[in-house]
């Protein structure tokens, strides 16, 4: 026998092996953890009062909503030298199945710090889809995910639902709704209290909302609370949006100091009794102090809703502080505000507060250009001082309720319902199977690829496969689709394929020009630069606009719910960004001058279109890179954008100020761009080579399927829905997929994956070319010649789905043949050309 084949077989059987025997020491670990959350589980009380939290009467719990995606709790404890008892985090309504891991291990932490669990619920759905059997279904997926977690659940339902700035503001009557279905949903849960949180009223009605109740409509009746026709600072800026007693087990109210409601970034000190005027409103602005009195006395929020009532009161709170603003320092202006907190939270002053929750986060205001520090720990003074301070407060720290270790991991013993002896033995057949492959591939005849011309359509197909995964995870509706696009081949995503082979495809057109034409090759990459450059700012501006409707629902679009893959890592999960944010400002005379630069950077624009960025990038420098390859500088090529790679994975640097550095940072995924180029400029070389050493060809497709079985038991994508294979148990699974498969920086095992795959992939194509394209090359290759154009199209298609109601309420089968129409109408709309004229291709 051949000792190459020999050997390879064996390893392809080692590795399969370890990747089979963690499937049966998953399966211990799982039901491990399930047992020992179950023998941790307490009694629940039927109270939901602050004693049963373990507040008591000037003895609130301090609490922190941290940044997830950068810090944790037991960094929180240890900065601040005090454990919290109680943590938030944020979830989507309804659950999105990408959560539900991220909230797992969430509550994990906070059992591990004995500490109780405030959910943010924000609707990613108008108020007027949140019904009794969505409340229901949340409730319940909320249960199963809590199993064995020994702390409460604080259901902070839409909170600063009085404002302007959440797109579930300002509309009493269908948040009224709303509250009242969650709220009935979690009404036997008795580990579960209902919170009711608007924000402080200064200022009162803020900024309108778009979708705010037009004067004469019943909704805007009950905005004027005084009944002088008109909606201002003199009507109740509470009142309307209250559930009601039977609805609301505690009150909240968020008090933040920021100055700086006039839109300019200024670091203030705290005034004297500045706290205590949010809670009584005497803090309200100028036209509230006209109308004095005239709200009923609603503006005075601790006696109207925490006295009166008899409810525990949560405040949450933090001190606007941005490095760039000048003004007073961080420790004056946190420390101050920190002392006015503890002092309103002592007995014998606002003894109805039973949660001081700070909110540990960073944000961006001035359309991206100022950063604005809530934290109350980045500063090691600061966190001492605050932390001293907090020693002599009465303030309850954790632990509140008994720890629990090993929480983490989805309930039971299965994942998606595929039990770990199945996963076993499909793997097992996996390993049998790899074992009588033979490494090199034996086409019939007359399969292979034989098309001479220029044109490869072998790449065509792969684009158009890559695009159609674009499509589908970019449209976002939990679908049957999803079991083919959503990292179920490896690793590997649409756009890092899409990325990759675009460089291929430049490489293949351009590279035989560039010896002897860089100048009109320059014009040409230039000219396609220029126009990517101006499609993307046609599309930011029309989505702008778009938003500015007042029927027209934009949020997919002008905002970005994190799924743990970006960036702030996995527990920046469910935190929701406003990728328009300060883009207002060319409504306002003067446009600031923030606005203009901010938008021809592309520092705004739809999340699923802000890749173009770095397509207009390496255009650009393309033939700069293309002329270095043409002098026979490949060498220096390859190890400049390693290097590059390197530097941006290491030190995660950001070079432009352009939104898609958020999630494609520039000298990350240059190389990918980069790697496509050269190989696109040396196809010819590297297939004749490959040919002749068809080893390697069999090495890259053993990783690839080791990679893809893998890739099948990732959390991160399971859901009710889907099948993956439980191989290990969650976290020992996230650990190695953040370290070594991370989407935004590249991490190195998914780098390999892309490459191992293109060629896997290639060869495959080359092999089996004509079924191949009998089967799927008719769908694929013509979106695969036109992706541009595909890709500019998907952007109007999501804002059609998300105005349509039917398609947003999780319906699998409705959403699967939506996605089928979807698809059909792009391969229709390549086919016959339409508006090719206009539209980019």
Known sequence: MNPLKTFLRAALLVLSLVLFLPAGAAQAAVAAQAAVAAQAAIPASNTKSGEDLGASSGKPLLGGVLEWGEDDAAGFADRLQATPALLGHDVSFPMTSGEKGYLREFLAQSAASGAHALLTVNPSVPLTDVNAAGAADFAGQLEELAQGFPGKLLIRFAPDMNTSWVSWGQQPGDYVTAFRA???????????????????????????????????????????????????????????????????????????????????????????????????????????????????????????????????????????????AGGPSEAEIKSGWWRQVLDEAAPGKLERIAAVVWDEKTDMGDAGNTIIDWRLTRNPDVAAAAGAALKDSTLVTGPVTRTVEGLGG?????????????????????AILL????????????????????????????????????????????????????????????????????????????????????????????????????????????????????????????????????????????????????????????????????????????????????????????????????????????????????????????????????????MVWQVLFVL???????????????????????VCAAITVAFAVMSWANPYLANEYDVRLALTSDANYRAVYDQFFGRTYLEPGRLLNVLTLLVTAYALLTAYWKPIERAVGWLLIPLGRATLYVFIMHVVLIAVVANIPALQQGNIWLNTAAYALIVALLWVMVRTKFLFRIIPT
Do not use: C
């Open 182 to 324: 969650v709220a009935q949903a979690f009404e036997s849960k008795s580990n579960a209290v209902m919170v009711w949180q608007p924000f402080q009223a200064r200022d009162y009605p803020f900024t309108r909302n778009r979708d705010a109740p037009a004067p004469g409509t019943p909704g805007f009746v009950a905005l004027d609370t005084n009944s002088d026709g008109d909606w201002n600072g003199s009507d109740a800026p509470y009142a309307p949006y209250y559930p009601g007693d039977d609805a609301v087990d505690w009150t909240g109210l968020t008090a933040l100091h920021d100055d700086t409601g006039g839109g300019a970034a200024v670091n203030t000190l705290p005034r004297d009794g500045e706290l205590a005027a949010f809670f009584n409103g005497t803090a309200r602005g100028a036209a509230s102090v006209q109308g004095a009195g005239s709200d009923g006395g609603d503006s005075d929020f601790y006696e109207s809703y925490a006295v009166k009532r008899d409810k525990p009161l949560l405040l949450q709170t933090a001190a606007y502080f941005s490095p760039t």
């Open 410 to 430: 989805a309930p039971g013993n299965t994942l998606s319902g595929v039990p770990a002896g199945i996963a076993a033995a499909a793997l097992l057949a996996g």
């Open 435 to 666: 074992w009588f492959l033979p490494v090199r591939l034996r086409p019939a005849k007359g399969w292979t690829y034989s098309d001479t011309s220029s044109r490869d359509s072998r790449v065509d197909l792969m684009r158009g496969l890559a695009i159609l995964f674009v499509v589908v995870n970019h449209v976002g509706m939990t679908s049957l689709f999803q079991l083919l696009t959503q990292e179920t081949i490896g690793f590997v995503s649409g756009a890092e394929l899409f990325v990759l082979l675009s460089g291929l495809v430049l490489g293949m057109v351009y590279g035989p020009k560039a010896q002897d034409n860089i100048g009109e090759i320059a014009q040409k990459t230039g000219r396609r630069a220029g126009k990517l450059y101006v499609t993307a700012l046609a599309v930011v501006v029309l989505v702008f606009v778009l938003s500015l409707l007042p029927l027209f629902n934009s949020d997919v679009l002008t905002t970005f719910t994190d799924q743990g893959t970006g960036g702030a890592g996995r527990s920046g999960a469910g935190r929701t960004y406003d990728l328009y944010t300060g883009m207002q400002g060319l409504l306002q005379f003067p446009v600031s001058g923030a606005v203009i630069p901010a938008v021809l950077l592309l520092q705004f624009g739809p999340w699923q279109f802000n890749v173009m960025g770095l397509y207009v990038i390496m255009l650009l420098v393309s033939p700069l890179i293309l002329l270095a390859l043409a002098r026979g500088k490949v060498l220096w090529v390859l190890a400049a954008t390693t290097a590059l790679y390197i530097a941006g994975t290491v030190f995660r640097l950001r070079i432009l100020p352009s939104q898609f550095e958020d999630s494609f940072p520039l």
């Open 676 to 698: 496509g180029l050269v190989g696109g400029y040396y196809r010819r070389t590297l297939v004749a080579w490959l040919s002749a050493h068809r080893w390697v060809v069999g």
